[in-house]
T-cell receptor, first 114, second 110 residues
Framework: DVKVTQSSRYLVKRTGEKVFLECVQD?????MFWYRQDPGLGLRLIYF???????EKGDIPEGYSVSREKKERFSLILESASTNQTSMYLCASSLPFWSNQPQHFGDGTRLSIL | EDKVVQSPLSLVVHEGDTVTLNCSYEVTNFRSLLWYKQEKKAPTFLFMLTSSGIEKKSGRLSSILDKKELSSILNITATQTGDSAIYLC??????????FGQGTRLTINP
């Protein structure tokens, strides 16, 4: 079974802090994704990566950056956390699109910015 | 702008009832439509639909895609309390970029 592991289930940080959210997958997937999930808005794509050291902006990249130094690990960085970044963050991974396989999700990190 | 709309947003039924969840979409480069179930943790994959009119089934759950109407339905028969969850519809647009609907929160009362 695919395992996508996010480093923290719950995280509380202060406004202005630099925040790192970590995600690791164990299935050698090429693709990795970061979403945020807010009530009434569903999941929205922040950034994704097709390969090591490669990144693409999603629909809401402002205020975020990412890092993918190793294939199994994809980090989301909040450069200077703000209260409007309080949300549930979900990481996902998948094989390349031609495989016709779905994305697999981690359990999520509920981040609160005070 | 690509858009996926689910209805209803919330649904409460009694155990044993049959429910139908709806998903409609407007995307420029459709590849597939996916359904996920989300309880307290990670969304778990249910179905991937690429061809119109072909029903996919898994136990009491089934789903079908209508490309002409740009929509899909997810049916759950003989519902159980364990079916209580948020059901997410997503459309794969282009090379594996998923656009999600708002989700349908389904509550099954015993």
């Amino acid at each position: 079974d695919v395992k996508v592991t996010q480093s923290s289930r719950y995280l509380v940080k202060r406004t202005g802090e630099k925040v790192f959210l970590e995600c690791v997958q164990d299935m050698d997937h090429e693709n990795m994704f970061w979403y945020r999930q807010d009530p009434g808005l569903g999941l929205r794509l922040i950034y994704f990566s097709y390969d090591v050291k490669m990144k693409e902006k999603g629909d809401i990249p402002e205020g975020y950056s990412v890092s993918r130094e190793k294939k199994e690990r994809f980090s989301l960085i909040l450069e200077s956390a703000s209260t409007n970044q309080t949300s549930m963050y979900l990481c996902a991974s998948s094989l390349p699109f031609w495989s016709n396989q779905p994305q697999h999700f981690g359990d999520g990190t509920r981040l609160s910015i005070l | 702008e690509d858009k996926v709309v689910q209805s209803p947003l919330s649904l409460v039924v009694h155990e044993g009832d049959t429910v139908t969840l709806n998903c409609s979409y407007e995307v420029t480069n459709f590849r597939s439509l996916l359904w996920y179930k989300q309880e307290k943790k990670a969304p778990t994959f249910l179905f991937m639909l690429t061809s119109s009119g072909i029903e996919k089934k898994s136990g009491r759950l089934s789903s079908i895609l209508d490309k002409k109407e740009l929509s899909s339905i997810l049916n759950i028969t003989a519902t159980q309390t364990g079916d209580s969850a948020i059901y997410l519809c997503a459309v794969e647009e282009g090379a594996q970029k998923l656009v999600f609907g708002q989700g349908t929160r389904l509550t099954i009362n015993p």
